[in-house]
Structure formats: C-alpha cells, structure tokens
C-alpha cells in the first residue's frame, strides 16, 4: 500500500459508505513507548490500551521526529485495528496508529480534542 503524504495529491477514488464501516479506527492510550533504533526512520515501538474489549495492542509508528518517547505514555491516539497484524523489522505491529505529514513530511498525530474512553470507534 503506498500512502501518500503530498497536500497537493488528487482526492482518492470515491469508496462506498459500507467500505468505510469495514476501517475499524478506535482511540487508546499510550501505555509504553521505547525506541526502536532498527527502523529506518526515527521511529518508537508503543504499547496503546484500546480498553476491555480490544485489549492491548503494540504499534511500530514512525513519529518520532516531532514526539518524545516520554511524552507520549498517557496520550490518546486514533489507530485502525482492524488491519492483519503487519512485521517491521524485528517487531510486529498489530495496529497503525494514525497522523498527518506536518509542513516537513513528517506525522503529526490524529487524536480527539478531548479525552474519550478507550476502545471509542470513528463514526
């Protein structure tokens, strides 16, 4: 899959509302965030809580140009969970925590303006 990070790219092919319904985007906290040195760009391995019913997931996001690590534990993020669970290197990533590329190409986070409970779907 090629994701495009270009402000000035042409809006995708339409998609029918039902496709949209099968993308299970959920919010979770930030629980752990380590670097993960072997990815090819600045990148943190997290552990995100998306509550009781999806449980605790870990993700490979390339974000860390814009986050410390530390900063993230106890963050809200938007992540899609419903995708088959993705190698990266030596680690397995099992959501794709979601942003936008910021002015330089690199990912701004996607996070509700307000805290939300766990496991909280896009709709």
Same mark, same amino acid.
Do not use: W
């Given at each position: 899959?090629?994701?495009?990070?270009?402000?000035?790219?042409?809006?995708?092919?339409?998609?029918?509302?039902?496709?949209?319904?099968?993308?299970?985007?959920?919010?979770?906290?930030?629980?752990?965030?380590?670097?993960?040195?072997?990815?090819?760009?600045? +990148?943190?391995? !997290?552990?995100?809580? @998306?509550?009781?019913?999806? &449980? *605790?997931?870990?993700?490979? #996001?390339?974000?860390?140009?814009?986050?410390?690590?530390?900063?993230?534990?106890?963050?809200?993020?938007?992540?899609?969970?419903?995708?088959?669970?993705?190698?990266?290197?030596?680690?397995? +990533?099992?959501? !794709?925590?979601?942003? @936008?590329?910021?002015?330089? &190409? *690199?990912?701004?986070?996607? #996070?509700?303006?307000?805290?939300?409970?766990?496991?909280?779907?896009?709709?």
């Amino acid at each position: 899959m090629h994701v495009v990070h270009d402000p000035d790219a042409p809006e995708s092919e339409p998609v029918e509302f039902g496709d949209f319904l099968k993308i299970d985007i959920r919010i979770g906290t930030v629980i752990a965030a380590e670097d993960f040195p072997e990815a090819r760009k600045p +990148s943190y391995r !997290l552990r995100v809580d @998306f509550g009781p019913v999806i &449980g *605790e997931k870990k993700s490979c #996001a390339q974000i860390a140009a814009n986050y410390a690590a530390a900063d993230l534990v106890g963050r809200q993020v938007a992540a899609v969970v419903n995708f088959p669970p993705r190698q990266i290197g030596p680690a397995m +990533s099992e959501v !794709l925590t979601l942003g @936008f590329a910021d002015g330089a &190409g *690199e990912v701004v986070l996607f #996070a509700p303006d307000s805290p939300v409970p766990n496991g909280s779907r896009l709709f």
